[in-house]
C-alpha cells in the first residue's frame, strides 16, 4: 500500500467547507483512495473511496487530481458533529493501513 | 441488523493471563478484520480472515491467534498477556463484491479497551 500523508490537524467553522487535503505520490494505478474517519473513540466510519474519477455521496466528495498523487475530501457544509479524526487510505486488496490521520476540528 | 459486536467492552489483565476477545457479525460479510490502537495513533492490522477457515497476518500477529470456523464470529486469543498489548482492539467486517480491489465499506465495531498490568 501506498504512503499518506495528511496534516496533523485543520480548523473548520461551523456551516463552512472543511477540505481535508492528502498525498499519496507513490500511489499504483490499481490503488483505491479510501477516507474514513473516528469520532472520539468509536470504531472508525468509512467515508468515501475513489480510484481515478472524483465521487460524491450523501457524506462528502472526494476529488483526485489527475495524476493521483493527491487527494482533498471536502465536507461541505461541516457541523460539530464533524469533529473527528479523519484517515485517507490508499490500498489495493485485502487490508487497509492507517496513518496517524488529520484531527478536524469543527468550532461555532 | 445489530451490525458487528465485540465483547467485552472492557477488560483487565494480569501479566502472563490470556483472554478471548469476542467478535461476532450479522451482515453475512466474508472479510473480518481485528486492529489495534494505542493511544494517538492510527490501527494497526492484527489478523484477517477472507472467508471461514481462513486466516492471514497483518502488520502485528505477534502474540495473538485467531480463527474463523464460521462467517459469523472472529474470536482473538491473547496468550500470555503482555503490557505492551495495552490498547484498544477493534473489530470490522466488509463483503467484497464488485471488480478486485474495490474493496467496499469496513464496518467496525465498537471496540474492546484492554489494559494489562
Known amino acids: 500500500d501506498a504512503k499518506t500523508t495528511q496534516p496533523p490537524s485543520m480548523d473548520c467553522a461551523e456551516g463552512r467547507a472543511a477540505n481535508l487535503p492528502c498525498n499519496h505520490s507513490?500511489?499504483?494505478?490499481?490503488?483505491?483512495v479510501y477516507w474514513y474517519r473516528q469520532i472520539h473513540s468509536q470504531g472508525p466510519q468509512y467515508i468515501i473511496h475513489?480510484?481515478?474519477n472524483n465521487e460524491t455521496n450523501e457524506m462528502a466528495s472526494l476529488i483526485i487530481t489527475e495524476d493521483r498523487k493527491s487527494s482533498t475530501l471536502i465536507l461541505p457544509h461541516a457541523t460539530l458533529r464533524d469533529t473527528a479524526v479523519y484517515y485517507c487510505?490508499?490500498?489495493?486488496?485485502?487490508?487497509?493501513?492507517f496513518g496517524t490521520g488529520t484531527r478536524l476540528q469543527v468550532f461555532p | 441488523n445489530a451490525g458487528v459486536t465485540q465483547t467485552p467492552k472492557f477488560r483487565i489483565l494480569k501479566i502472563g493471563q490470556s483472554m478471548t476477545l469476542q467478535c461476532t457479525q450479522d451482515?453475512?460479510?466474508?472479510?473480518m478484520y481485528w486492529y489495534r490502537q494505542d493511544p494517538g495513533m492510527g490501527l494497526k492490522l492484527i489478523y484477517y480472515?477472507?472467508?471461514?477457515?481462513?486466516?492471514d497476518k497483518g502488520e502485528v500477529p505477534n502474540g495473538y491467534n485467531v480463527s474463523r470456523s464460521t462467517t459469523e464470529d472472529f474470536p482473538l486469543r491473547l496468550e500470555l498477556a503482555a503490557p505492551s498489548q495495552t490498547s484498544v482492539y477493534f473489530c470490522?467486517?466488509?463483503?467484497?463484491?464488485?471488480?478486485?480491489?474495490?474493496?467496499?465499506?469496513?464496518?467496525f465495531g465498537p471496540g474492546t479497551r484492554l489494559t494489562v498490568t
Open positions: 470490522a467486517s466488509s463483503l467484497l463484491l464488485g471488480v478486485a480491489g474495490d474493496r467496499y465499506e469496513q464496518y
Open positions: 507513490t500511489i499504483s494505478g490499481n490503488e483505491y
Open positions: 475513489g480510484l481515478k
Open positions: 487510505i490508499a490500498s489495493y486488496g485485502d487490508k487497509l493501513i
Open positions: 451482515m453475512n460479510h466474508n472479510y
Open positions: 480472515s477472507v472467508g471461514a477457515g481462513i486466516t
